[in-house]
């Protein structure tokens, strides 16, 4: 089997393109590169060449352009350059030249990707490139997902010559008689990339002659061992998570055996956002008390009396919205708030509904969330009380109590704890002459 053969063989074992999918192929002018776009226009896919210059080799940049120009026109295949300034980006973001060249590139592609009406970017990276990462990882704090190395597929990003290997490239190149330029800065070993390629893999070859076999090998089992650690989490997930009412509810009594294991307990919160940091905090709680809030970029945990509440953290006006009449229903968030003269006092209203004495209102009125420093003085109760202490008493949970509006006259004065608690100062009473009721939903 050729090796054209193996690489359309890679792209339909992986799903890595649809047939009527267009492709944009990175190309840098290295061997790699340039042998998928050979590959690619002998397979007749749709694609488009896109080469970056950094401008940071001088003239060596220039004539990397214009060895993939050339070729691609060759070819027959479609080209596009982009002249990048990478020194002087790096310099104002303060950032590596390398992170700053990544950034660039890939911002890049996805703006041709939707100009050019291209679905997928090709990247030529290969078995060895694979490997390298890998061996990369272990020298940082990856886990067990560093082992996994260089993802065939990610969004729009396909990497369709990870099957094959560095030498088999080279091979590939010289028999098809494919240009290429080599990269002077990948033989210079102050790169840790280039120090494992150029020193760190020799010296494994001295003790296990088929080392990147043996790798690739080991890749595919970490990547068997993380797909079963996978299932494991997504159906013990699935068994304690319990969706309901766009917040997810989680027993404490069901999750405690597990929550001192730390790394399952990252892998359970892991799509949530939570840090490790963050979840060791909860480890050190978890016995005590209910009340303590643990917080990511996207979401919101509660230590709950007999649950863990997980929620989405959501931008809210807490200084609410003013009423200036009474003709048309107010809302807040998604819920809302009407008006209505026309019932009669009746005692054996649900809670959704509120009667006031209307001429003890004072406007404009104001809806808004509850606040820490709200007092009231509940219908049915003695004095005056602190809304946050009413909360407590009538066990209402943190984030419960966040989403309980409170509406208010001109005063600031509390006339209705929304669904729950009217003030006593505005009931309706005797001498009341027009009665306004309240309807929430």
């Known amino acids: 089997m050729t090796i054209t053969d193996r690489i359309a063989l890679f792209i339909a074992e992986n799903s890595l393109l649809e047939p009527h999918e267009k492709v944009i192929l990175a190309v840098s002018g290295g061997k790699d590169s340039m042998l998928m776009m050979r590959v690619f226009h002998d397979l007749g896919i749709s694609c488009i060449v896109a080469h970056c210059n950094f401008k940071l080799r001088e003239e060596a940049s220039d004539l990397d352009e214009e060895l993939v120009r050339s070729y691609a ?262 819920l809302s708030l009407s008006f209505d003269f026309t019932m009669e006092f009746n005692k054996q209203l649900p809670k959704e509904y509120a009667q006031v004495d209307f001429d003890k209102l004072r406007f404009p009125l104001q809806l808004r969330y509850w606040k820490p420093a709200d007092v009231f003085y509940p219908l049915g109760m003695t004095g005056k009380k602190k809304v946050s202490d009413y909360f407590i008493q009538q066990k209402i949970n943190r984030f419960e109590k966040e989403a309980i509006p409170i509406l208010c006259n001109a005063d600031g004065e509390i006339i209705w704890v929304v669904g729950y608690r009217l003030d006593n100062r505005f009931k309706v009473t005797e001498n009341t002459k027009k009665v306004l009721t309240l309807v929430f939903n």
């Open 73 to 334: 026109q060759h070819l027959g295949l479609p080209y596009y350059v982009n002249h990048f300034n990478t020194s002087q980006e790096a310099e104002e973001q303060g950032m590596s030249i390398q992170m700053v060249a990544r950034e660039l590139r890939y911002a890049w592609f996805e703006e041709l990707s939707q100009e050019q009406s291209c679905q997928k970017i090709a990247i030529a990276q290969h078995q060895n490139d694979h490997i390298e990462t890998v061996m990369l990882n272990l020298t940082r704090s990856t886990g067990l997902q560093g082992l996994l190395g260089i993802p065939v597929k990610r969004g729009k990003i396909i990497r369709p010559l990870l099957g094959i290997s560095a030498a088999e490239v080279l091979q590939t190149v010289e028999q098809l008689e494919i240009p290429y330029r080599d990269d002077q800065s990948n033989f210079s070993t102050k790169y840790a990339r280039n120090k494992i390629r150029l020193e760190i893999i020799p010296k494994f070859k001295e003790i296990q002659e088929n080392f990147e076999k043996t790798m690739i090998q080991n890749i595919k089992h970490f990547e068997e061992s993380m797909q079963f650690i996978h299932r494991h989490v997504e159906d013990l997930r699935a068994n304690l998570f319990v969706y309901q009412n766009n917040q997810v509810m989680i027993s404490r009594h069901r999750i405690k055996e597990y929550i001192q294991d730390s790394y399952l307990l990252f892998e359970l919160f892991k799509p949530y956002g939570f840090q490790k940091n963050i979840l060791k905090e909860l480890q050190e709680v978890f016995d005590r008390p209910m009340g303590q809030l643990f917080e990511s970029t996207s979401y919101l945990l509660l230590l709950n009396r007999d649950q863990l509440i997980l929620k989405e953290r959501s931008i809210v006006d807490r200084d609410g919205y003013t009423i200036l009449d009474l003709f048309e229903p107010i809302s807040i968030g998604n």
